[in-house]
């Protein structure tokens, strides 16, 4: 079984929906979780950033960090067309060089 | 201003021969990260640099791999005898001090074919 599972997808969803995109995980040891955008044949692009439990906002972004269950999410409001994208959940221990990615989710927004 | 620099974009190699894929961190980024991700998959870790400490190279899924970084400068990944397995898009990324608990800033990748 994968340290980190993340729903494959693929989601799609009307233009102004509210998405929910998560990710689960086995190991407790991690602290920092993140999540990144890719674009087709492109790199991966920082989004969110959080350390240990609790929420963070960023505009139409908000992520959401819940270590007694080992589950994080990414809620995106009021989405974009140009919200259409990968999403890729990933997670580091304190001190630690290598980053856990899960899978990824496509999610395409339809106008 | 630019973002972080992976040459070639595209590399079709024959099966046994070696290449060199390079990477231009962000000017002052001291982190460096490589990874590599196959189609429709996500990242796997394969090496890390930070300043002048001893290189995180865990990751190296072999010995055919490795990597070099001059100072917090440019960065080469070499791959010795590569195999049809190696096809993947290798993809680097720096931070600098203040975000150093992440991948900030990823380059747009090499995208390696072996045939």
């Known amino acids: 079984q994968k340290e980190v599972e993340q729903d494959p997808g693929p989601l799609s969803v009307p233009e102004g929906a509210i998405v929910s995109l998560n990710c689960t995980y086995s190991?407790?040891?991690?602290?920092?979780f993140m999540w990144y955008r890719q674009y087709s044949r492109k790199g991966p692009e920082l989004l969110m950033y959080?350390?240990?439990?609790g929420n963070k906002e960023d505009g139409r972004f908000t992520a959401q960090v819940d270590k007694s269950s080992k589950y994080i999410s990414l809620f995106i409001r009021d989405s974009q067309p140009s919200d259409s994208a990968t999403y890729l959940c990933?997670?580091?221990?304190?001190?630690?060089?290598?980053?856990?990615f899960g899978d990824g989710t496509t999610l395409t927004v339809k106008p | 201003g630019a973002g972080v620099s992976q040459s070639p974009s595209n590399k079709v190699t024959e099966k046994g021969k070696d290449v060199e894929l390079r990477c231009d961190p962000i000017?002052?980024?001291?982190?460096l990260y490589w990874y590599r991700q196959r189609l429709g998959q996500g990242l796997e870790f394969l090496i890390y640099?930070?300043?002048?400490?001893?290189?995180?190279k865990s990751g190296l899924p072999s010995d055919r791999f490795s990597a070099e970084r001059t100072g917090e400068s440019v960065s080469t990944l070499t791959i010795q005898r590569t195999q049809q397995e190696d096809s993947a898009v290798y993809l680097c990324?720096?931070?600098?001090?203040?975000?150093?608990?992440?991948?900030?800033?990823f380059g747009q990748g090499t995208r390696l074919t072996v045939v």
């Open positions: 990324a720096s931070s600098p001090p203040a975000q150093m608990n992440t991948e900030a800033f």
């Open positions: 190991n407790s040891a991690f602290q920092y």
């Open positions: 959080t350390y240990s439990s």
């Open positions: 990933a997670m580091k221990k304190t001190n630690a060089g290598k980053s856990t």
């Open positions: 000017s002052g980024h001291t982190a």
């Open positions: 640099f930070q300043g002048n400490s001893a290189p995180d």
